[in-house]
């Protein structure tokens, strides 16, 4: 390499020198803990970093978990967990969705080639994200190819600068300046790992070179190596510690800083060497064999976790087609499926194999169930829309009925209007309780306006009862005294007609007392024949007048009166064409003078039918 040959040629250390102290030194494992570091962190970037299981997510969820993982900015090292995520947005919602609506176009008659799928919006924000994410991860991975091409030249500068040293003459400072070297060599980041190990072979060959070469400051070297010695074992004692550290993931993190420490800390005495690596990686072992035990030992965990998951998968298979017509039925239902899925969560993982496969058939019900709950709401949001429509044309309707005092159609309107209410369903939640508040509203100024307006009425009705109380003793009083004619009687008769309504509850009491006093006037009157008959016709009319259904009476009894009428001329006319089929005799004489009597009766029958519906016409 160039960076080797320039060290050859400027600085008089050869690469066989090079190649023959790592050789020398390959007993002593600080110098390949590089190499094995590399390993172990691999081998933890799998294992801990990434225990999440998105099986169970929705889209919205994966999208938050996505975003959460670009804002952390560790793109390299988060790659598989955004594949994962990928995968299982792919997998578990994507190509299902795309491939439902294949099958919906095709269906429809539609051509398999023609088909056209449109993302949703949380598919191109997922998909925007995911090639965010790449293109970072891209950038960090040109950013950090920058950085160790960086961290190599100036860790080419340091060992520039401990050759000088190693080379140059020796001086008090020479100690106190290999120390600060070592610190700047620590401190500096990552190189390329192509150039890695030459750096590392180059550093500990200059390193032992500078330790060896110098006699004068051998003493010092010794005592700097059992410095060194003392860190080392301070930091095996702290790595065996960990032994008895119950949380696994804590006690390989804190490995990993102690292995960093350890590589950085610089030579120990020669007999030492071996020692103290053996007894630092014994105790690095120790948890690494811990964990390696653990995920054996889960082995059997996940095995019982498969069959247990296995179980719930068939219990919730159970609700996959179920279907209801009561919000409360779909209640109990979720409330039951939740309960399973509380039960799967506190379950814990399953072997990796066919990890993926369960929680697709699980979350597959799951699914299906809420999809069929989602379907059902659906409709019920459809009727609740139609219902509203109705519930406003209700409250339309009643709004222009409030103010009406028409109160007798008004009420039997709004009546009707309130029983078809009470048909109409379920509205939406969020207006329910408005809907029904504006036709209350409605309803109620209408009733409240009826029901004050009978008060007043009410009021004017037991006006209207005292008066018809003060007349009816008038006419009580009639009997016996000089002012009892009929000119007086049909005059008190109109009065109280003409006085109005009485409240509904005396009706009958008032009319009772009313035709008692009319009919002692009658029976003293001095009327007799055609006249009585009249007078006693127009005194029930006036009687009738005083009905709430008078007009109906009056229709009635006119109908009557005209059919009595039509009848006797019917019979009139009949009689008068058979008296012209009678012959000549004393026989015939007679029944002709017969049926003369009852055409002259029925002439005059009518005459006094025409002379009621004359003082009918009167009312």
Not at 96 to 112: C, H, I, N
Not at 233 to 244: N, P, S
Request: with cysteine; net charge negative.
């Amino acid at each position: 390499m160039e960076n080797d040959k320039e060290i050859s040629e400027e600085n008089k250390v050869t690469q066989e020198q090079v190649d023959n102290t790592v050789e020398s030194n390959q007993h002593e494992p600080e110098k390949d803990m590089a190499n094995e570091e590399e390993d172990h962190h691999e081998e933890d970037h799998h294992d801990d970093d990434h225990h999440v299981d998105y099986g169970n997510f929705s889209k919205k969820q994966l999208i938050a978990a996505l975003k959460e993982l670009i804002e952390k900015g560790n793109y390299v090292k988060a790659d598989h967990i955004a594949n994962d995520i990928k995968s299982h947005f792919e997998e578990d919602h994507f190509n299902k969705e795309k491939e439902a609506a294949l099958k919906s176009f095709v269906k429809d008659g539609g051509e398999e080639d023609d088909f056209y799928y449109k993302q949703s919006e949380d598919d191109k924000i997922f998909f925007a994200l995911y090639g965010d994410f790449k293109n970072r991860r891209s950038e960090q991975i040109k950013d950090l190819e920058k950085a160790k091409e960086k961290n190599l030249y100036a860790k080419n500068q340091i060992l520039e600068r401990l050759r000088e040293l190693v080379d140059g003459e020796e001086t008090t400072h020479s100690i106190s300046t290999i120390k600060d070297i070592q610190t700047e060599w620590k401190e500096i980041g990552p190189v390329p790992g192509a150039q890695n190990k030459s750096l590392w072979a180059s550093y500990n060959a200059l390193m032992d070179r500078f330790y060896d070469n110098r006699s004068i400051y051998f003493e010092l070297k010794e005592l700097d190596r059992k410095k060194n010695l003392e860190g080392k074992i301070e930091l095996i004692e702290k790595a065996e510690a960990l032994d008895q550290e119950e949380d696994l993931r804590n006690a390989i993190k804190a490995l990993n800083e102690l292995h960093e420490e350890f590589k950085h800390i610089g030579p120990v005495p020669r007999d030492e060497q071996e020692g103290i690596w053996q007894r630092f990686k014994t105790a690095s072992d120790a948890v690494y064999a811990k964990r390696k035990a653990y995920y054996e030992s889960q082995k059997e965990v996940f095995k019982e976790n498969q069959t247990k998951k296995e179980a719930l998968i068939a219990k919730l298979g159970e609700f996959k087609d179920f279907k209801a017509n009561r919000i409360k039925e779909w209640n109990v239902k979720t409330k039951e499926i939740l309960e399973i899925q509380k039960e799967w969560e506190a379950i814990g993982p399953v072997p990796r194999e066919c990890g993926r496969e369960i929680n697709r058939s699980f979350w597959g019900f799951f699914k299906q169930f809420f999809h069929n709950k989602n379907l059902f709401f659906k409709e019920l949001d459809e009727i609740r829309r139609v219902n509203k429509e109705k519930a406003e044309e209700l409250i339309k309707q009643a709004e222009s009925l409030k103010e009406s005092t028409d109160w007798q159609n008004t009420s039997n309107a709004l009546i009707k209007l309130q029983q078809d209410w009470k048909k109409l369903g379920p509205t939406p939640e969020k207006v329910r309780d408005d809907l029904y508040r504006r036709f209350k509203a409605a309803c109620d100024t209408f009733f409240d306006n009826r029901r004050q307006a009978n008060k007043d009425i009410n009021k004017e009705f037991e006006k209207n009862l005292e008066s018809k109380e003060e007349v009816c003793a008038k006419i009580k009083a009639l009997p016996g005294s000089e002012d009892l004619t009929v000119e007086h009687l049909e005059k008190l008769i109109g009065d109280f007609n003409a006085i109005g309504f009485v409240p509904r509850k005396n009706i009958k009491e008032i009319a009772a007392k009313f035709n008692e006093a009319v009919e002692a006037c009658v029976d003293v009157m001095d009327t007799d024949g055609e006249n009585r008959e009249e007078f006693l016709f127009r005194l029930n009319l006036n009687k009738i007048q005083s009905d709430p259904n008078s007009d109906r009476v009056f229709n009635k009894k006119e109908h009557g009166i005209r059919k009595q009428i039509a009848d006797l001329e019917n019979n009139i006319t009949l009689w008068k064409n058979n008296l012209e089929f009678f012959a000549s005799s004393k026989t015939a004489d007679k029944l002709k003078d017969q049926f003369d009597q009852k055409i002259e009766k029925a002439e005059e029958e009518i005459e006094k039918l025409k002379k009621k519906l004359s003082i009918l016409r009167e009312f």
